[in-house]
């Protein structure tokens, strides 16, 4: 079977011009097509899950859906007290700026707080619930006037409008960050492997151009998978770590072939058993990481859905690079580096480990299998929840104000919302049925005792809100959507025959989303799985070698998520990671990671499996030629390890806390990937299957591929 990869290789290093004037057209017409076409942003209704979504979108069938509301609060300084009358007028100041603002639906009156020390002005916006952010600012605006005209109090504005600005703002600020910090370590780790600014710049100038297309992608993906507001930052993430990862693989290669000839081998022919090889290699590894986050988009979640796509698209854009304008590129910039380089030579402490792995393989296998385990052992306590606000930095103006409305107004902190569709014809028994419903609750001292009612113009649905003076996130919230749903339901609108009944609300969002995931996590496990056993199985037509992708990849990924919950689902490394514990894991967290880490670690396993097949197709016994393999990667997945791990752990300084968990997981699970399993346990494993590693193939020795008759290697 021809190899496409050196097909291309070959064409790009003799019109080296060409490629890469094909290449930089590619991310314009890519980058460029996406800010043209513009980004689909995700709606209120793309999220819904569970019964909360299934909630909301009755709500929204009578026009009831939850409205970007801002709350304007009006307080004494330090602890002075609140002039009533200075209130008042401030108050409807306020009222008077809002109402005349064209983003503005309605401005209610003043409400005064149980302890009289503070008054809020709630103004609802128009338009959807998450497009609020945008429309936010001359609200922001008209507050600040108000607090400069009165220095003698506190007027400050919060919201989830202005709280998502403030997110989306701070999120930007700490990606640029990221980059400052990603982007000068890995240089320097590249000029250490190969001793030359060109050669250590390539690598960078591919991820980014290769980030650059990967957007533009997304964007005009985003139109069937609409973008959740967290597609560029997994480009971002994954795509400077594959995209230096397989330039690496390749220019690596590349550089051997030129030393083992001495530097008399042509670059034409160098580039083409680059592509031959490490080429190969680098499509295996894409495709695994693009099949693999593939198997997101069955959890049925558009963050998942809008986090599959950047991962998919960007990974994609960095196979297409390192295969056609890299070639180009080693064949033009091949004359202005050494053409001579230092010969490729075992690692000292990569042959240090394999000399107790080679003569005690069983026993190295047995104690590194049991420590992964024990790193992996806190994944029994692991506790999934929702992110909530409460879990958002306070160093946003937005978050410190929600602090003290809340404060102020302890019953604003959850709602939890009741609603009920039924025939107009009903409405009678639906009003009476939730009045009963509302009078138990009340009586009922977990609620805040205060309940709201609305109904739809045409009696269709109907809605009561039930507030808890507690953070969704916190006990008291979840045991009122419990005792809601399973006792003072069944016993008034749940009574009802043919009525249809959901609740939703900032407590049933927070328990229901990490239950969908639950749900759908056994399905793409399952598809993982057999994604990463299917491909590793037919890249190197071997059963045994599937299914010990497999295990050693749950293995890494089960560690690293133990690591994960040893670390943040406690508080003693709050003050060595700046962070404050949720004491739980992002629910979103491990399920991403269960499947980028499958992905990634393919990286690895199928540049260091393929090395090791070179030698065994050389004729060379298995046993020795999984060291030998082992032996000649050891130096290219250190390099490309430390500058994953580098770019990974850029995300720990992030404020999201779920961000700073993924981040850190990953950062883990490629040191465990490229020095426990690369170093101790596959090799290990290699020599006790010796030729029972290749099962069924049978693999025979063939001769050194020539540089002008590649386009047969399979």
């Known amino acids: 079977m021809k190899n496409p990869s050196v097909r291309v290789a070959r064409w790009s290093a003799h019109h080296p011009w060409r490629a890469i004037a094909g290449w930089i057209v590619f991310v314009i017409i890519c980058l460029g097509g996406g800010l043209a076409i ?74 005064r707080s149980a302890d009289g020390r503070a008054v809020r002005v709630d103004v609802t916006m128009k338009g959807p619930e998450l497009e609020g952010k945008k429309h936010v600012a001359p609200l922001l605006a008209q507050t600040a006037e108000v607090r400069k005209a009165h220095p003698g109090l506190v007027v400050e504005e919060s919201g989830s409008p202005s709280i998502s600005e403030d997110v989306q703002g701070q999120r930007g600020d700490d990606l640029s960050r990221t980059e400052l910090i990603a982007l000068p370590v890995t240089l320097i780790v590249l000029l250490l492997v190969f001793r030359s600014v060109v050669m250590a710049v390539v690598p960078l100038l591919l991820s980014i151009s290769s980030i650059m297309a990967g957007v533009g992608l997304s964007m005009v993906a985003s139109h069937i998978f609409p973008d959740a507001g967290v597609g560029t930052n997994v480009i971002l993430l994954i795509g400077m770590a594959v ?42 590894s894409g495709l695994a990481v693009a099949a693999s986050s593939a198997t997101l988009y069955l959890a049925g979640d558009v963050i998942f859905a809008s986090l599959a796509t950047g991962a998919i698209v960007v990974t994609l854009a960095a196979v ?66 929702d992110v909530g606000r409460e879990a958002y930095s306070r160093d946003l103006p937005a978050m410190r104000a929600y602090d003290r409305v809340n404060a102020a107004f302890p019953e604003l902190k959850a709602v939890n919302q009741v609603v009920v569709k039924a025939a107009p014809e009903r409405r009678a028994q639906v009003l009476a049925a939730l009045d009963a419903l509302a009078h138990r609750v009340t009586a009922d001292p977990l609620y805040a005792g205060r309940t709201r009612m609305r109904a739809s113009a045409d009696g269709r649905i109907t809605l ?16 009122s959507l419990e005792r809601l749903r399973a006792d003072h339901i069944p016993a008034t609108v749940g009574r009802l025959r043919g009525a249809e009944v959901a609740v939703t609300g900032d407590v049933a969002r927070y328990a229901d989303y990490p239950e969908h995931q639950k749900q759908r996590l056994p399905i793409i496990l399952g598809a993982l799985l057999l994604v990463t056993f299917a491909i590793t199985a037919r890249a190197f037509r071997s059963i045994v070698l599937g299914l010990a992708g497999v295990v050693l990849n749950l293995l890494s990924a089960a560690a690293s998520l133990g690591v994960l919950t040893a670390v ?147």
């Open 38 to 111: 513009g980004g689909h942003a995700a709606t209120s209704a793309d999220f819904r899950v569970g019964e909360a979504g299934r909630a909301e979108a009755l709500a929204a069938q009578g026009g009831l859906q939850q409205k970007p509301v801002e709350r304007v609060l009006i307080s004494a300084k330090g602890s002075g007290r609140l002039d009533e009358a200075t209130a008042d007028a401030v108050a409807q100041e306020v009222r008077g700026r809002m109402a005349g603002l064209a983003e503005v639906a309605s401005v209610a009156a003043p409400i």
């Open 568 to 714: 943040f689902q406690h508080r003693w490394a709050e003050g060595l990671l700046d962070f404050t514990s949720m004491g739980s894991i992002g629910s979103r967290v491990p399920l991403f990671l269960f499947v980028i880490l499958f992905g990634l670690s393919m990286d690895y396993q199928v540049f260091t499996l393929s090395r090791i097949e070179e030698a065994v197709r050389r004729g060379v016994p298995a046993r020795a030629a999984a060291l030998d393999g082992i032996r000649g990667s050891a130096g290219v997945v250190t390099s490309a390890a430390i500058v994953m791990v580098t770019v990974f752990a850029s995300f720990v300084p992030l404020h999201l806390i779920e961000m700073k968990q993924i981040g850190f997981s990953l950062a883990v699970a490629v040191l465990l990937d490229a020095f426990v399993i690369r170093l101790l346990i596959l090799p290990a494993l290699l020599l006790l299957l010796g030729r029972t590693a290749w099962w069924p193939s049978r693999r025979r020795a063939v001769p050194a591929p020539a540089p002008g008759a590649l386009e047969n290697v399979g």
């Open 243 to 284: 995209g230096v990862d397989y330039t690496l693989f390749y220019l690596k290669r590349d550089r051997e072939e030129r030393a083992r000839s001495g530097g008399g081998l042509p670059r034409a022919a160098a580039v083409e058993i680059a592509a031959a090889t490490s080429g190969r290699a680098v499509v295996v």
């Open 464 to 479: 009561l809100e039930v507030p808890v003076a507690a953070y969704p996130s916190e006990k008291r919230a979840q045991t």
């Open 320 to 385: 297409v690079s390192s295969l056609t304008v890299l070639p180009a590129l080693l064949a033009t910039l091949g004359r202005r580096t050494p053409r001579r380089a230092a010969r490729p030579r075992d690692g000292g402490l990569t042959s240090a480990v394999l000399r107790p792995v080679a003569g005690r393989p069983a026993l190295t296998l047995g104690v590194a299998v049991a420590a992964m385990l024990v790193l992996a052992a806190p994944l029994s306590y692991m506790k999934l929840t």
